[in-house]
């Protein structure tokens, strides 16, 4: 923490190694937040940038006695939804829209591929409470900061995001209970007849 508050000093001060130092210890986990959240890597980069960004020319708001991560993805998560926001007033062309779950590659897909697929239909407080809680490692109550609502919320919305994933996972032919989904034989249709 003490080494996050003289980088911050430094920053403030001018010191242009400082911002590149900044940046690049946080733009990893800004941009997997983006991606995650807006599930387009053109936008996902264009966001993660401007949040970046924000971060450094707000930076004398940042609080130095919380860390300095949640604050930063605080910003990232905000220029999200922003963005989501904007693409909802956008129209939608209707002559490219396909069935997601009418997809016949996705039983040959890997565990991954098909949990990155499923986040992207969940509702966006509850992509982004997975996201910043399996993903970015951080506690409900960062999370209740990062999204400004209360820790019961998270936890709320955290809990419903596992439910639906692990319906979806099950329509799909994944069993979320095995200890490990992405091995042959965890999928139903790769086990054996005798089998339990």
């Known amino acids: 923490m003490d080494d996050e508050r003289e980088l911050v000093r430094r920053c403030l001060a001018g010191d242009a190694e400082a911002v590149r130092q900044l940046i690049e210890r946080f733009e990893h986990v800004v941009f997997g937040l983006c991606f995650r959240m807006l599930r387009h890597r053109h936008d996902a980069e264009d966001v993660a940038q401007t949040a970046l960004l924000r971060a450094v020319r707000h930076l004398g708001g940042w609080d130095g006695s919380r860390p300095l991560q949640p604050w930063i993805l605080t910003i990232a998560a905000n220029r999200c939804r922003t ?75 955290l809990f419903r995001a596992r439910k639906e994933l692990a319906e979806k ?25 005798s089998d339990p």
């Not at 904007?86 to 002559?95: F, S």
């Not at 779950?101 to 966006?124: C, D, F, Y």
């Open 83 to 157: 963005h989501l926001e904007r693409q909802r007033r956008l129209p939608r062309p209707t002559d490219h829209a396909f069935d997601v779950e009418a997809s016949p590659a996705a039983k040959n897909e890997g565990l991954a591929e098909v949990m990155e697929e499923l986040l992207g239909t969940l509702r966006e407080e509850y992509r982004t409470c997975f996201v910043l809680h399996h993903q970015s490692e951080l506690g409900l109550a960062e999370i209740g900061e990062i999204l400004g609502c209360p820790e019961g919320t998270v936890k709320t919305w």
């Open 169 to 193: 996972l099950r329509e799909r032919g994944w069993d979320p209970l095995q200890p490990d989904a992405s091995l042959p034989g965890s999928r139903p249709d790769e086990r054996k007849a």
